[in-house]
């Protein structure tokens, strides 16, 4: 996991992951914030997701439906 510390109100942040398998990105934060974004067959091995987050701290998770480990990478831009 990873912790992201956010200092702006309505920050503009887009979570990228790259791996194989059944992985998943998930993201909960300030004031109840989750998100849960699944890999699919068309996505080829490219999962994302963009959003405004508020002024806070939140967890950054990348897992894998099976329970299997594979190497990604998490890419998060501005």
Do not use: M, W
Request: charge should be negative.
């Amino acid at each position: 996991s990873q912790t992201i510390r956010v200092s702006e109100s309505f920050a503009s942040l887009s979570f990228e992951v790259k791996s194989e398998g059944d992985y998943t990105l998930f993201i909960t934060g300030e004031n109840g914030f989750s998100e849960c974004v699944f890999a699919h067959n068309y996505d080829g091995g490219v999962i994302q997701a963009p959003g405004l987050l508020d002024r806070g701290t939140y967890q950054v998770f990348v897992g894998d439906r099976s329970g299997e480990r594979h190497p990604y990478t998490l890419t998060i831009s501005q």
